[in-house]
């Protein structure tokens, strides 16, 4: 009976099915389809290629303006030393001054002080500058050692009485040397600002001159006196500190 049960117990294993051989592939799960992904992937597609387009379209709607390259300030004009053309995407809500407005514009001045780097629009000119209230622009024709060298605009400077010619005439001469007082450099104005000094580099439209012409900002009961000294050439600027 033991003889017979052990053997009917391997003839059941026998009976069992083989694995697969060696080398044989198990079939792959067919792949999971995802169209959503596939769509995204086209409207990406289709979203670069339309900003490419975009871009050299603008590309194509660009327009040659005006650069101011320097300061420039209240009531002086644009010239070729101080300014340069750019390239600049065209955009009618902004009124850029084009490059062929150039001569133009030379006719016109800055309204308030300009300052370099900005690209000009037609609100910076016009027929005059606009003076702060309380204040005056006076102009002057300085020879050389009236003034400091390197003078730029926008420093500030002091003006002083010199000469003293316009009052060598006065009565006071015979009292044993006030007039000599009266004649001596005096302060005219304590601080004025430089508004304007004239630059020769590449400035065709004005003539040379041995003067230099120099523009200063001043206060409005500062503006006689100093007219005065500049009508007799009796005016030096000298550099004050804080500049």
């Known amino acids: ?3 017979q049960e052990r053997t009917g117990a391997g003839a059941g294993r026998s009976a069992a099915p083989a694995g697969p051989s060696v080398g044989e592939r198990l079939p792959a799960p067919p792949r999971e389809r995802k169209p959503a992904l596939a769509a995204l992937a086209v409207l990406l597609i289709l979203v ?3 900003g490419a387009t975009m871009l050299v379209l603008q590309a194509g709607d660009r327009i040659e303006v005006v650069k101011i390259t320097e300061e420039i300030p209240a009531g002086q004009s644009v010239n070729k030393s101080n300014t340069t053309s750019v390239m600049v995407a065209e955009d009618p809500g902004i009124n850029y001054v084009q490059w062929s407005q150039f001569d133009a514009l030379k006719k016109l001045k800055a309204v308030t002080t300009i300052p370099g ?3 000009a629009v037609g609100e910076m000119f016009g027929t005059e500058a606009k003076v702060p209230e309380g204040k005056a622009l006076v102009g ?3 020879k050389e050692g009236q003034y400091p060298a390197g003078l730029k605009s926008g420093v500030t400077v002091a003006a002083y009485r010199v000469g003293g010619s316009s009052r060598s005439g006065s009565g006071d001469d015979a009292d044993g ?4 007082s009266a004649g ?5 104005v304590e601080k004025a600002v430089v ?3 004239k630059d020769n580099k590449g400035d065709d439209d004005l003539v040379s001159s041995t003067n230099l012409p120099v523009t200063l900002l001043v206060d409005d009961a500062q503006a006689a006196a100093l007219t005065q ?3 007799n050439g009796e005016v030096a600027l000298v550099l004050v500190p804080g500049n």
């Open 1 to 3: 009976m033991k003889i």
């Open 48 to 50: 670069g290629a339309l």
């Open 117 to 119: 780097g900005v690209v």
């Open 140 to 142: 002057l024709s300085l």
């Open 177 to 180: 040397g006030s007039a000599g």
């Open 184 to 188: 001596g450099d005096s302060v005219i």
């Open 195 to 197: 508004n304007y000094v």
């Open 229 to 231: 000294a500049a009508t």
